[in-house]
């Protein structure tokens, strides 16, 4: 008799989160889907469970799952400081990953970014750099850490830097080595799910290359 398995993922209102949210639900591996959420999303679907948190207080979670995906992130301009921006991207999904190991996880996948990097001089790899050595210090059975360069797809705010940086992206595609091209945020999802099915332990870093190759 096969067991039921309930996948967690927190956030699904995002760009890579919104893929993936379909992909779970879609994916005869969950039989149960949580959505950890601050406002309810525009989605109804019989294994979807939408629960609408208190980030402040992810330590009192009291639910349970089998693999858990955090596609959790925020941006300086959005966080208004550094003080802040480290709250959100470092605080919440650390503390996500340490409450449902408790709970009783074994799975955690994590998107981070491209050059995560607990020394870096850039505040924001930095950040992730921390985020990732930490989530990687909690004996989960499975952990699998993303890495994708600028992301493709799209988004609800426009960032206009950015914006141009995708267009410089797609021209000069074909001689951007694949560590720095740009990876459509459907495929991070999809590498993240594609993970999460192989018997794999201890902590994996998936690089760029490696994102961009999954079909």
């Known amino acids: ?13 995002g760009q890579v989160g919104g893929y993936l949210l379909t992909k779970l639900l879609n994916s005869d591996e969950y039989q149960n889907v949580i959505a950890l959420i601050r406002q309810p999303l525009e989605i109804t679907h019989p294994k979807l469970q939408q629960l609408q948190v208190d980030f402040e207080q992810l330590n009192t979670l ?3 799952g089998n693999d858990v995906f955090c596609c959790m992130g925020t941006t300086i301009k959005k966080a208004k400081t550094q003080e802040n921006f480290k709250h959100i991207d470092y605080g919440y999904p650390l503390q996500l990953a340490k409450t449902m190991f408790q709970n009783g996880a074994t799975k955690f996948m994590l998107v981070s970014s491209m050059g995560a990097d607990t020394k ?3 505040f924001y790899a930095r950040v992730k750099g921390e985020l990732e050595k930490d989530v990687a210090e909690i004996p989960y059975k499975t952990i699998g850490i993303f890495r994708p360069s600028m992301l493709l797809g799209p988004r609800k705010e426009k960032r206009m830097g950015e914006q141009i940086g995708k267009i410089l992206m797609r021209f000069f595609a074909f001689i951007i080595p694949a560590k720095y091209k740009a990876v ?7 590498s993240m799910l594609q993970f999460a099915q192989k018997d794999l332990l201890g902590a994996h870093i998936i690089l760029n290359p490696e994102i961009l190759k999954v079909k």
């Open 1 to 13: 008799m096969n067991h039921e398995k309930t996948a967690i993922i927190a956030g699904a209102s």
């Open 184 to 190: 459509h945020a459907e495929k991070v999802a999809e």
């Open 120 to 122: 870096s001089s850039i």
């Open 62 to 64: 009291q639910i349970q």
